[in-house]
């Protein structure tokens, strides 16, 4: 299936869940209507029969009334719920029109900052980022997960293989993937990503005190007599006893339940944590795995029949849910009268703390790898032109160390994309580009870069075809100066170029892939001729491989002086007082600069200038 027609699916499946949601509000907005009136009649009824028949047939009405009014409730609960549940798919199926589109506007934010030189010169983290049209994990470890793929590629062959296998098994299974994220999208029903590693960090806490277990005996052994000197005395067999043994209880009791205030209010806060992991938890255990080795292996944890993650976390809520009742202090005072409840469930807490720290950091980073894995599968799935790249070990036989066949960055909008082939065939070789401003040799740069990225990530790339060894990548692309350090631009771009020098004079298992984007633009034309010449003449034949753009055309000459310097250009021309672009590579020297073509178009004196 085609891209376009994959999207006209989702726009039919759109206009669907509209009109089906309408109907459900429609029904929502006649069972809110029913209630009332089931309600108010009740009531109504109950009150003149209690006036005018008595008060039997007033309160079998009053009753029979509540349970015709919760069963509606529950109806309409449910009907709430598949609301709900349309709404998420709607979101999520017009989210996926835009990551397939490029419009930014409906693509969830990216929390990351590009902090790193690589996420910077690629865009890989950030507002207009790969990160932000990849991400569609739920839960934030999930996002940072990815954004730690992209920004720190894998550099190991057998690394690379079983993650691409990973993701080659999630790109046909869309339907799991959205289940997936809509249990833990309705489970933190506050719209806000949850942050399960807090409730790691709160099971990794000092249980409770030792003491408790002991205490717990003291106060049941209390409550027991309190019950039996109470019926005693009810049945006039003794004196009033229970008032002695009920007034030590609760001075016992009030003295040790402050010890439980803070971990049955964390536990409390943690409430929409442990629900959103117990749905995700569920769709996990419940899926079957045939046919899918590697996905089953990564989901191992969550079939264990001895430690079922729904079962624990479930139990977990239920004591969670029961120490909530210190919001309502009517209720929880007439229960720890009668019971010590506060702490039989810390008890119970406590247990079953321990029992889930053992297994909850295995079963989340399993479902925190899933969620980034569904990332990368979802590139594919909205590209179902892009392919998986393939990674080769390396040899004096096995061809170019890199090649690519129509290659595209992913962030250009495809009426907008060019698509390229390119070749480096050994290590050692500088590709040169020059070309008029404008004309496509950063861009180019970038789209081999973040197609590199996509491909040590694990992932699939912009392109009909991309074979390459393995590399470590440098960029010096995007140079800023620092007032407040004092850095010029160009002091910058020396520092930059220094630290890729470095790089490729370290020694490493594997050759250095590096992306220079006008070279020492921030100095004069004779020096910058200079020093980039030098430093070019340095960088041939090393243990690398690089692509290098610049405006200076004097650099051309190098290709005679180094056989391992290759010229590429891309071209330009005026079509009706117009520059026009194709933005293709070309081999050989750019025979053309646009530069003065522009300033004469935009009305600047270059007749002066040139004259």
Known sequence: MTKEKRLQAHQRQIRRLQRRLVQLERTSYTYSWVRLAIFTAGMIASGAFLFLEGSWLAWSTFFTTLLVFGLVVARHRRLETSIARHKVWLEMKATQIARMRL????IPPSSLAPDHPLALDLDLLGDHSLHRLLNTAVSRPGGERLGEWLVNPLTGHQQIEARQQLVRELVPLSLFRQRLALAATLAGRSGRRQEPERLLAWLQERPFPRSLRYWLVVFSALAAANLLFFLADLAGLSPSLWKASLLLYLGLFLVKNRELGEPFAEATRLRDALEQLGAVFQQ????SYRRKPHLA????????????PSRLLARLNRVVNATGLRGNPLVWLALNVAVPWDFYFAYRLGQLKADIAHHLPVWMDAWIELEALGSLANLATVNPDYTFPEIVAGGPDE???????AA???LIPDPLKVCNDFTIDRIGEVALFTGSNMSGKSTFLRTIGINLVLAHAGGPVNARS???????????????????DGISHFYAEVKCLKRLLVELETSQPLPLFYLIDEIFQGTNNRERLIGSRAYIRVLAGRPGVGLISTHDLELVSLAEEAPLVRNYHFQDEVIEDRMAFDYTV?????????ALKIMRREGLPVTEIRD
Request: overall charge positive; charged content about 15%; glycine content about 8%.
């Open 399 to 405: 061809g170019p160390v890199f090649q690519v066949q």
């Open 466 to 484: 991309l074979r390459t060894r393995l590399f470590r990548l440098c960029t010096c692309i995007r140079i800023s100066d620092s007032v407040t």
């Open 284 to 287: 996990l255990e419940g899926y």
């Open 586 to 594: 070309r081999p050989g020297p750019s025979p053309t600069t646009n």
């Open 103 to 106: 419009d930014w506007g409906h």
């Open 408 to 410: 595209g960055h992913p």
């Open 297 to 308: 292996a990564l989901c191992a944890p969550f079939l264990d029949p001895a430690h079922r």
